[in-house]
């Protein structure tokens, strides 16, 4: 039992492995949160509490004559609204009288065994029949808004979700103008946040910022998780690191714009809340009604942020990704986009498949511009039928040569979004956003279709089924490549604007899972302008999302760093891409590229018709050893190295569960002049084992002249000494070298 209930003492606990959290259910029905750290068993932790009279600290009415108890001082499961709690709110409730208003008592709660699930949001759920739910219901008298406060407990993972549904317990309707799915108190600590920011380019780069008592917010509101921001954010003790002190993180399974705040408060305690975007939302809940707010999926860690991390890899791979692909060996792909553009036609698109097929990559995937009148990006979305003056031999020809050629197939779509210049806009301009008497802003010339609309759905649908019936598709990418502006339904009155943009978000997760359900076998690899949309909740219905239109290997070390600190590398989409770099117009080896794509799902994303033979000769040593580590690359345990642009180089590390085999990747980002030694400590390993060395990289290296190669070489050294003396790696030069070293257990 993960779950107890301590009748006497009306304590609630949570433990995980190694993690507890705990509530009370206090005099009046108060219920509060008392903690949430490191396992301590079923010890009451109210101790940790104490009221006292604080001079400008409200008191609610059945405490009186007490001053001692004020809201704005208890720590709490999930605070109330305008009734004298003063810190950051997470529900802003206007009432059917006009009050703003709620005060959450106790009502009940229920322990079940199952995880909770959703009516229309997408959530993690019980892959090993062990998970457990606590619901907690708690109620405002007055006026009958009903929380139904719900944590999903999953022990061995050390996670916990929590996520809340609003009912409407009384005859007349209220309109919810906040609605947060978390809420956490904690009255100790010194803490910092960790969030991930960025741009187009270059998304998810860590910031690490004290908390002060200035209120602080992670926020998009872009109508998408956003390039800029991204739904996960770590709490971690000021001390925290890699392996030591405590860190919690929260992370929205969510993919429309989203809101966090922390506020550190005149007391020293510590609030975060989290939840979707509020700004131009207002929810009607009618009498009977239920808003159900997304999940946030917490992990403790009391040993740094490793642990974290692999805490949330370990979820997201095994209860949160679906379907065939979650945890199975991905086709290693070559993708057209960074090949072509919009240049080509099916025959480009075939020799591009026979040189592919010679270098023994998997899957071709026609990337955007096969369809409509689709030359360049000022026209064609929405009209998902083939492009014949390109694609001449008709596209289910096309993919049968590819076939032919010992290739999978895969295709690019963008569902969400109409140009002006398609079929579909001059039959249809009525079903996309616009406001009335504006013109819409255009963004890549392109405008947004009003997904809340049951007629748009079901044209998408109608178009990708064909497509995917039609043809032996067998992986598509999924994009979406503009923020959301002139938010503005046709098909909804005035009063409900306000509701828009989550039934934006609820539409194209119903689009998702209609596809998801009736094509399990396909691999969805989700993306939106690069990394726009990588969250939890995309991750759901694909387990790969595009993480960055930036394929520079140096960049992609900063994004891919980044996004592993909350998603696990096989969600992490990775190609090698042309020399000099596209967008960066920087020279790299063809081997550090791979070096660096190897840490996701690893493909292609160039013309290898250009390639030497020598290039062609590499790629294909590339793809043999990609193929022989992936397992450990998306399985294994992902250990930061080095903290990102603090040194010369970077380096990280996979190492399997049981320390059998670990794999040690480096890149040098700012060769050394009489270089410093690079000195790695490996992590993971089995302290009384002795490994086998194997440098993957021998032939790829340029060695400094000062360095011996013809020296001798350690090839076995004991992973306690590998963990406490390190590896010194060989004196690299160059642009950008890097190195692979494979160790593998070979006695104990
Ligand atoms: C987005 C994607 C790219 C590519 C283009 C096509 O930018 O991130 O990978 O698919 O769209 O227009």
Redesign the pocket.
């Known amino acids: 039992m993960s779950i107890t209930y301590l009748e006497n003492s009306g304590i609630i606990s949570i433990d995980t492995k190694s993690s507890t959290y705990q509530m009370r259910i206090g005099q009046h029905g108060f219920l509060q949160h008392l903690y949430y750290g490191s396992r301590i068993g079923h010890e009451d932790m109210s101790y940790l509490y104490r009221d006292y009279d604080r001079a400008c600290a409200g008191n609610p009415d059945d405490v009186y004559p007490s001053r001692r108890i004020s809201f704005d001082t208890m720590p709490q499961e999930y605070p109330g609204y305008g009734v004298g709690d003063f810190r950051v709110n997470a529900i802003s409730v206007r009432n059917a009288d006009g009050s703003y208003g709620a005060d959450f008592r106790y009502v009940g709660h229920e322990i079940i065994k199952g995880k909770y699930s959703f009516e229309g949001l997408p959530s993690s759920y019980d892959a090993a029949g062990d998970a457990e739910t606590l619901s907690v219901t708690v109620r405002d008298n007055v006026t009958g808004l009903t929380l139904e406060l719900l944590y999903g407990v999953f022990e061995d993972e050390d996670i916990i979700t929590r996520a809340v549904r609003f009912k409407n317990d009384s005859d007349k309707e209220m309109l919810l103008e906040r609605a947060f799915s978390v809420s956490l108190d904690i009255p100790y600590g010194k803490w910092d946040l960790i969030h991930f920011h960025g741009k187009h380019t270059l998304e998810r780069q860590v910031e690490r910022e004290e908390l002060t008592h200035l209120v602080k917010v992670v926020e998009s509101k872009r109508g998408t998780s956003s390039h800029q921001e991204n739904p996960f954010v770590i709490l971690a003790d000021r001390a925290a690191d890699e392996d030591h002190g405590s860190c919690i993180g929260m992370m929205l399974v969510y993919s429309g714009g989203f809101r966090a705040e922390t506020e550190l408060d005149q007391l020293g305690s510590t609030r975060l809340i989290m939840g979707i975007q509020d700004d131009q939302f207002e929810w009607h809940l009618g009498p009977g009604e239920v808003f159900e707010a997304p999940e946030v999926i917490m992990s403790y860690s009391c040993d740094g942020f490793s642990r974290l991390s692999h805490n949330y890899h370990r979820f997201i791979r095994n209860n949160v990704c679906r379907g065939k692909y979650k945890l199975a060996e991905r086709p290693v792909l070559i993708?057209n986009?960074e090949a072509t553009y919009f240049d080509f036609d099916d025959e480009k698109i075939l020799a591009l498949a026979d040189e592919a097929a010679s270098l023994g990559i998997e899957m071709l995937v026609l990337?955007?511009?096969w369809f409509g009148k689709r030359n360049s990006?000022d026209s064609g979305l929405g009209d998902w039928y083939v492009n014949e003056s390109k694609i001449r031999c008709g596209l289910k020809s096309l993919i049968e040569q590819v076939n032919k050629k010992g290739l999978k197939f895969g295709i690019?779509i963008?569902p969400e979004m109409i140009n002006e210049d398609s079929d579909l806009y001059r039959e249809h301009p009525e079903w996309a956003f616009a406001m009335p008497g504006r013109k819409p802003v255009r963004s890549r010339n392109q405008l947004v279709l009003d997904m809340t609309r049951p007629d748009v759905i079901e044209y998408l649908y109608g178009c990708i089924e064909k497509l995917l019936t039609e043809n032996n598709i067998e992986y598509v990418?999924w994009?979406m490549?503009r923020s959301l502006s002139d938010v503005y339904s046709n098909a909804t009155g005035p009063e409900r604007q306000g509701e828009v943009l989550h039934r934006y978000i609820l539409g194209i997760y119903e689009l998702m899972d209609r596809i998801c359900t009736n094509f399990s076998d396909i691999l969805i690899e989700g993306?939106?302008?690069?990394g726009a949309r990588f969250d939890a909740g995309i991750l759901c219905y694909s387990p790969q999302i595009?993480c960055s239109?930036d394929t520079d290997p140096i960049h992609r070390l900063i994004i891919q760093y980044g996004t592993a600190f909350g998603y696990p590398v096989s969600a992490v989409g990775a190609h090698v891409s042309a020399s000099p770099n596209h967008q960066t117009r920087r020279s790299t080896p063809l081997h550090t590229r791979a070096v660096v794509a190897m840490s996701g799902t690893f493909g292609y994303e160039l013309d290898p018709g250009k390639l030497s033979d020598d290039e062609k000769a590499e790629i294909r040593e590339q793809i043999s050893l990609f193929k022989k580590h992936c397992g450990l690359i998306h399985s294994g345990l992902y250990y930061r190295l080095t903290k990102i642009k603090e040194d010369f180089y970077e380096a990280w590390e996979f190492v399997s569960e049981d320390g059998s085999e670990a794999l040690l990747n480096v890149v040098v980002t700012d060769p050394q002049p009489n270089s410093p030694l690079m000195n790695i400590k490996l992590k993971g390993l089995d302290p009384d084992g002795v490994y086998v060395l194997n440098d993957e990289s021998m032939s790829k290296h340029v060695y400094a002249e000062a360095h011996n190669p013809e020296g001798e070489e350690r090839t076995q050294i004991s992973g306690d000494a590998l963990m406490n003396g390190g590896y010194t790696l060989p004196w690299l030069a160059g642009d950008y070298p890097a190195a692979q070293v494979y160790f593998v257990l070979e006695s104990k």
Not at 527 to 530: E, F, H, L, N, Y
Request: hydrophobic share 20%; net charge negative.
């Open positions: 993708n986009w990337d955007d511009g990006d690019w963008e990418k994009d490549n993306c939106s302008g690069g595009w239109d």
